[in-house]
């Protein structure tokens, strides 16, 4: 038996209101370019929109305009969407209370998830969303989850309840000396002030 490997998300397609609000949403609030539509080929009589969420892929809309906007929050059932996350700078994230706030979106304020920020709020038919913001960069070579899956290691070897930014500060530091050679014989951490 082998596995079918997958090698990221292709695309996420979620239920849209019609198409102007899925428009004004998804580009006019989250600043996805709405880079093509067509009809749901499944559903002749869905519209189906798609959005680029900055990484090149794809976020898609299936719109139809009998539904309106209902932002009331809904519990999801088990095996339903919880929320969806979107990554954005932290120049981004610092300006997120004050652009939600000014078009009037009700929102969690920002949730210091140790690793991240958080903040989250309703699209138009009440799907949580959720803007998160790294407190690290990786190091060149390695990605998000390699720093973090290091972090969790590091956790889990000091008792620690969650990762923290220390946890994260030991990881880059370690990836980078497992990466990276020194004809140093001690890399150890050294005081050149006493």
Do not use: C
């Not at 990221?8 to 949403?25: E, K």
């Not at 709405?34 to 898609?60: A, S, W």
């Not at 220390?166 to 990276?180: C, G, P, Y």
């Amino acid at each position: 038996m082998r596995k079918l490997q997958a090698q990221g998300v292709h695309h996420i397609t979620l239920m849209g209101a019609d198409r102007q609000t899925s428009i004004d949403f998804w580009e006019g609030t989250l600043g996805m370019p709405f880079v093509f539509d067509q009809p749901n080929l499944d559903n002749p009589g869905e519209g189906h929109l798609y959005f680029d969420p900055g990484d090149g892929r794809l976020i898609t809309i299936f719109t139809n305009e009998d539904r309106v906007p209902d932002p009331k929050p809904r519990r999801p059932a088990p095996g339903e969407v919880h929320h969806i996350a979107f990554a954005v700078s932290k120049a981004v994230f610092s300006q997120a209370v004050e652009r939600l706030d000014a078009r009037g979106i009700s929102h969690s304020g920002v949730k210091d998830r140790g690793f991240m920020d958080s903040i989250y709020f309703r699209d138009p038919l009440g799907l949580l969303v959720e803007l998160a913001s790294y407190r690290f960069e990786p190091p060149f070579g390695y990605s998000h989850a390699d720093v973090l899956h290091e972090a969790h290691l590091i956790r889990l070897a000091k008792g620690d309840y969650n990762i923290a930014e220390v946890h994260l500060a030991d990881a880059i530091e370690t990836l980078i000396a497992r990466r990276q050679g020194s004809l140093s014989e001690d890399r150890g951490p050294k005081d050149t002030y006493r």
